[in-house]
C-alpha cells in the first residue's frame, strides 16, 4: 500500500481526503546555499531523494536509493561530482548511471544499475526539482517576481507547516479566518464594510480580487500610506504550489508574498517564502518588524494546521462543508486534482469571473 | 477502516477479540466538577467528541470537529453558551447548529452545517453522554445506590485501565484472581474452602452469589462483623458497563463497589468508582485506609490488564481458553455483543439461574 | 494480516523482500548463564516465546500466553520446575501441559489448557530452540567447531543487527564492502590484486574459497604469519543461519569466526558469534585487542545493515541488482527460501563448483 493509498484507505471514498500526488511539477527542494560538497537528503511527495553538487558544481536530483543493496546514497559522499554510495562504493553521476564498481573485473556501466534522475534547475537561490523522473521537463520553474526590481527589497524565509499541500494554500489564501485567528493583526472580529469579492479562473491559476478592503487604521495606515489612497489586494493560486498575496496601498506601497510550496510528504508542507516590497519608510525600518510579525502570523497557522491534520487522522476522512467564504480552496484543489490525473483544467479558452459579497 | 476493524483484522476471524463498541447506550465522560467554563476534549469508543456547557449551564456533547474545515471544536472556546471554531469563529449551540458565521452575509443556518449532537445527563456528580447521536435516550443513566441513603458514606476515584471493556468488567467481577494477584488481602492461594456459586441471568445482567464464603479472619474481621455473621457477596453486571461488588457481613456491615466503566477506546477504559458503605467502626476512622489499600488492588490489576493488552496485541488476536470458575466474564460477553448488534438478550421471562463449586 | 504479510505487503510482489521465515530449525535463544530461576521473555521469528528452566534444570521453551487469559506467562515465575501465570495462577510444565488451576474442584489437565512447547537443547553454553513447536526435530544444532581443540582459545559475543536473516548473513559473509566500510582495516581501496574465487553449492551449504589473497601488510602481517605462507580464505554458510569465515595464514594462524544468527523478528536478528583461533604469538596478548577490533567493525556493519532495512521500509519494498562480485548473498537467499517451503534444495548430487575473479 502506498502511502497515498494509506492516506485516503482509513474508510475514505477515493476524493475525500485533500491529498493530491502531482507528476510533471517543480519544487524547491534546497537553498542554493544549503546544497554544498555533500549530499542533501530530501523527501518530495513522499519519495526520498538525494541532491548532490554534480560537474561543475551543478546539482543533481537521484532516487535516494543505491540500486545495489538499497542503502540510501544521502548517507555516502561526494567524490569527483559523482556520489557514492558508503556500502560498497558505487559511484554513480548526475544522470543516474553506474559509473564504478569496486572490485569487478568486467564492464561498469549497464541499465539496470542506474539510479532514476530527475531534472533540475538552479534559479533565484533555490534548487528546484521536476517531480517526474526520467524525462525532459515540459515546463519551466515559477520566477519570483520583482527580485531585482529597482526600489524593491526582500526578506526569504522557510517554514514547516504541518498540514497538506493543499491545506497550506488554502489557509494561506484564506481571507476569512483572519479576523479570528489572526485577530487584531489584520482585522477585527466587528465586521462592518461589506466589500465586493471577484474571483478569477484560468486554466494553471486561480486568482481573487479584494475591492473596497478599508484602509489599515492607526499609525500602521498613515506609514504605509500616508497620502491615503485605494487598497488593492489580490490573493493568487499558481500551479502547482504557488502562493501570491499582493497588495498595493495608494502610489507608494507595493507589498508581494510568493510561498512556493513543497509537498514532503502527505501532510507535510514545507514553504519557500520571499517578501519583496517597496514602502515610502525606509526598508532598514522595516524589516526588524517584518520576520517577527510574520513568523508569529505563521506559527498561529501553523498550529491550526497541526490540529486540523490531526484531526483528519483522528476521524480517517476529511468533511469539509464550505461557504461562499472559501473563495478559493475548492477551485484550488479542482486545479491540483486536474494536474494530478495529468489532464489540464477543462480548457477557459477566456478566463472565468464571478463575483460575491464579504463583510470584513 | 474503521479503528474497530483495525482492533479485529490481524488474522482474526470477527468475534475472536473481545472489543465492542456499543450504540444507545449512557456513558460517563467527566465528573461535573471537570466540565467548567472550558470545552473538554472526551473520545468515547474511538470517537472524538467535545463538551461543553452551554445555556442555563446544562452539558452538551458535540462531534469534535468542525463542519468547516475539521478543527477540534474542542481546542476553540465557549462564547455565550455556544461553542466557537478557533479557526474561522464559527459557532455552534448546544443541538449542534451553527449559529454564526463570521463574514458571511447570507443565512448562516443550515442542515450540512450542523456538528453532530450527543444527548447528555447530569446527575450524581456525572456527566453521562448517550453513545448514539441525533437520537432522542430510550433509557437513561445508571443510579449509584445508596449515595443519600442514611448511616452510608461514599468515596469516589477514577482510574484509567489499559484494557478492553469486556476485560476490565471481566476483571473486577472474577474471583479467582484475587488469591494471587491480590494474594494476602483477600484470600491466600491455600484454598481449604468449597463454597457454592449461583449464578442468576437477566435479560441486561448477570450476577454471581456466593455461598459460604468465610468471614475475614483476625483483626478486619472483628472489625467489619464484631458479633459475628453470615457473609454474603454478590458479584453483578449491569448493562451495559456497571460493574458492582456488594458485601454484607453480619447485620452491620455492608459495602457497595459500583464501577461505571467508559470504554475510552477499543483498549482503553476509565473507571469512575463510588465505593459506598456502612460499617460499625467510625467512618472517618475507615476512609483513610480506604483509598489506598484500593488504588494498590487497581494497581496490580491495571498491570495485568496491560500485559493482557499487549500480549493481544502481539499476537493479533485473543484465544481464551475458559473454565468454570470464569463465572461473569463469558455471560458478559454475550450481553455486550447483542447490545452491540442492537439486539436484546435472548429474551428471558425468568431470571436463568444455575449453581456450581469453587475452592476459596 | 501476519507480522510476515505486513513486512512483505507494502506494494511488493511476494518475494521481493528478503524475509523469511524458517519452520523446523534450530536457534539460540540464550546463552546458558542467562537462562537462571526466571523465566525469559523471548522472540524467535516474530513469535514471542518464555523459556524457563524445568524439571532437573533442563530447559523448556512455550508459546508466551497463557492460555486461559493470554497473558505472558514469562511474566510470571517458575515454581517446583514449573511456569506459573501471574494472573490466575494456572501452572505449565516443561511439555506445556497445564498442571494446576487454584480454584478448580474438578480435572484440571485437559488438551486445550496447553500451551504450545517447542524441543530445546543445551550444548556449546547455548539453549537451542526448534522454531516448529509440538514436534520431534529431525535434525541436532549447529555444533561450534575446535571449541576445546588443543592449542586453541575462543572468544564469545552477542551483538543485535539490525536486519533481516539474509541482509546480515549477506553481510557477514561480503567480501568487496570491506574495502568501504571497513576501509584501511582489511583491505584499502586501491584494489590491485587479481584473485580467483571458487564458489562451491551443496544442498545445505554455500561456500566461497578466496585463492592468492595477499598476506596482511605491515606488522599485523608479520605477528599473523612471521615465517610468510599461503593465506587460505573461507566464507561458508550452513543452513539454517550460521555464517562461518575461516582464515589459514600459513602454517601456525589459524581464525575461524562462527556467528550463530537467531531472526527475532523479520529486521531484527541477533548474531551469537564465537571467535576461534591459534596463532603463533601468546593469546593473553591477542585477547584484549580482539574485541575491540570486532566491535568495531561490527558497529559499522550495524549502521550501514540499519540504513539498508530502514531504505527498504521507506520505499516498502526490496530492488536489489547483483553482481558477479555477490558472491554468496543471492545463494543463500535461495537456500533460505527453499527451507522455508519445506523443500530441501534441488537435489545437487554432487557439490556444484564455479569460479570467477575478483580485484581485492
Known sequence: MSPRDEARAPGAPAGNISVVRLPNSWFILST???LGGKPLMRTLQGTPLVLFRGEGGRPAALLDRCPHRNVPLSLGRVVEGQLQCGYHGWRFDAAGECRAIPGLTGETRAKAR???SYATREQDGFVWVYSTPGVEPTSEPYRFPLLDAPGYSSVRRVVRAPGSLHASLENTLDVPHTAFLHGGLFRTAKKSNEIEVVVRRGPDRVEAEYIGEPRPKGLVGRVLAPGGGVVQHFDRFLMPSIAQVEYRIGQESHLMVSSAMTPVSDWDTLIYAVVTF?????H????????PVAMHIFSQDSRILRQQTDSIHRFGTEMYVSTELDVLGPAILRLLRSAEREKTAPALEAVQETRMKMLV
Open 114 to 116: 542506474c539510479a532514476a
Open 278 to 282: 517597496r514602502l515610502p519608510v525606509p
Open 32 to 34: 542554493s546555499g544549503e
Open 284 to 291: 532598514w525600518l522595516v524589516k526588524p518588524f517584518l520576520t
